[in-house]
Each structure stands twice: as C-alpha cells, then as structure tokens.
Nanobody, 128 residues
Framework: QVQLQESGGGTVQAGGSLRLSCTASTYQPNWHAMGWFRQAPGSKREGVAAISTVGAGTAIADSVKGRFTISHDNAKATVYLQVNNLKSDDTAMYYC?????????????????????WGQGTQVTVSS
C-alpha cells in the first residue's frame, strides 16, 4: 500500500509563509495528478491546489490564488505547496492526495472525488 506523508505544517503568524511537502513511499507512474486539500473544523474539505504529474497543468483555488503555489518533483515522488501571506482563514488541516482515476485524467482536478490516495494531513495554524 503506497503511503503519502505530509510535512511542513506548524504555527505561523499572519503574513508568514510555510512550505508543505508530501512524499509518496514509492513513485507511482500511474498517478496523473496530485493535489492539496484543506479542512477546517466544521467545514467541508476544500481543494486548494492541484498539479498534473504527467503534463504541465496546475490549478489554484480562487480563495488562495496569488498566495499559494504548487510544484512537484517526480524523481523524489514529492509535491510541494508554498503558502505565502497566510491569513487566519487559512488555519486548517492540509491533506495531500494523488489520483490514478482515469475519468479525472488530463488535467489537475480540485475535486476531492477525483482522488483515491490520501495522506494523514499536516496542521497549519495562523495566529493573528
């Protein structure tokens, strides 16, 4: 069973930055996209960024556009989420996900239903 492990979360002051990382236990060539999602207590899981691992497509949610950037390194089986100018609304558990679902292939989906492999999450807390 392939595992996804997130790291890089923590507590940061508003306006600060973090770099989240997600590494797969083994490289999976059948995965075609990876994404980052977040969920705050009492809220639905929200897709914030996704990247195609077989092409060059990316997607960033409007709520974080201009502040969050996603990138990946296939050689390291790792996807990164650079989060800048953090706000209190960004406080949430951040989850990494990967997909080999063919129906979601060809782009970088932000819908959680397109992902079938999930990490355990890393907490990001923004203090004001």
């Amino acid at each position: 069973q392939v595992q996804l492990q997130e790291s890089g979360g923590g507590t940061v002051q508003a306006g600060g930055s973090l770099r989240l990382s997600c590494t797969a236990s083994t490289y999976q060539p059948n995965w075609h996209a990876m994404g980052w999602f977040r969920q705050a207590p009492g809220s639905k899981r929200e897709g914030v960024a996704a990247i195609s691992t077989v092409g060059a497509g990316t997607a960033i949610a409007d709520s974080v556009k201009g502040r969050f950037t996603i990138s990946h390194d296939n050689a390291k089986a790792t996807v990164y989420l650079q989060v800048n100018n953090l706000k209190s609304d960004d406080t949430a558990m951040y989850y990494c996900a990967a997909t080999d679902i063919r129906a979601c292939g060809g782009y970088a989906p932000l819908a959680s239903g397109c992902y079938n492999h999930w990490g355990q999450g890393t907490q990001v807390t923004v203090s004001s």
